[in-house]
């Protein structure tokens, strides 16, 4: 049985039939859903007590705020020009907008953007840090920039992790100052956009890696896997990975 989106008659029926001490297994068969339906609806909206509006309200503004998938707009293309200006990476770029704009544009689709206006004669391509070099997908082999100790390489990562399916799953990343001075420290969770930054005096490996342990020991437990790119910058990664 699929999941169904509960209108707020289904939901007067579950307040009801928990009032009369019903287990989940014959609130789901009695208004013909499945039952994960109505253990997410249950540990959702319940503190104390199941509330039927309540429930409907909050369900209301969930929707409202789901992330959209939207087609890049002008205006979008304006605000990926200007940031990679700055020298945010796409992952970045794509994180913010969630987090701003409560837009879900993959890093994927900005790159073949940049792309596509490179072939169309564009030159936003000499924002990025590997500039006219050929993009790979992280998928695919990586070619190193030098070597880091203790490297992993991404074909050994698990294969969830490009899945975007949990929540965990994070990339690090460097964002070089105006005028080339100071750099921001980025923490981006794959699934969620959830972002953390710290401002940084420079690039450098030793700054970076303390600015990563603060950021990382709050949310610690919850990670599972780290992603960066081979710039030297991380080159202390084993201090940051236990």
């Known amino acids: 049985m699929k999941y169904r989106q509960l209108t707020l008659e289904k939901r007067y029926q579950i307040s009801a039939l928990r009032k009369l001490g019903k287990n989940q297994s014959y609130i789901a068969n009695e208004i013909g859903v499945h039952k994960a339906t109505i253990c997410r609806e249950l540990s959702r909206n319940s503190l104390t007590k199941y509330s039927a509006e309540a429930a409907h309200v909050t369900a209301r503004i969930r929707h409202k705020k789901k992330p959209r998938k939207i087609r890049l707009t002008q205006a979008i293309k304006v605000y990926i020009g200007q940031k990679l200006k700055e020298h945010w990476s796409p992952q970045q770029i ?7 704009k409560n837009l879900f544009i993959s890093h994927e689709t900005i790159y073949q953007y940049i792309y596509k206006n490179l072939r169309q004669g564009g030159t936003l391509y000499k924002n990025l840090r590997h500039q006219n070099k050929k993009y790979t997908r992280r998928s695919s082999q990586y070619k190193t920039r030098g070597q880091i100790k203790g490297r992993v390489s991404i074909e050994e990562r698990p294969s969830i992790v490009e899945t975007y399916s949990r929540i965990g799953d ?16 980025t923490i981006v969770d794959r699934k969620s956009k959830f972002s953390l930054f710290k401002i940084v ?42």
Not at 94 to 100: E, K
Not at 170 to 185: L, R
Not at 206 to 226: C, E, G, Q, R, S
């Open 201 to 242: 005096d420079s690039k450098q490996a030793l700054p970076v890696k303390n600015a990563l342990i603060d950021l990382m020991n709050p949310i610690k437990d919850y990670i599972y896997t780290v992603t960066s790119d081979n710039g030297k910058e991380f080159s202390f990664h084993p201090a940051f990975n236990q």
């Open 94 to 100: 794509s994180g913010r907008l969630h987090v701003d």
């Open 170 to 185: 994070v990339e690090i990343d460097t964002v070089i100052g105006k005028g080339h001075k100071g750099a921001i420290v």
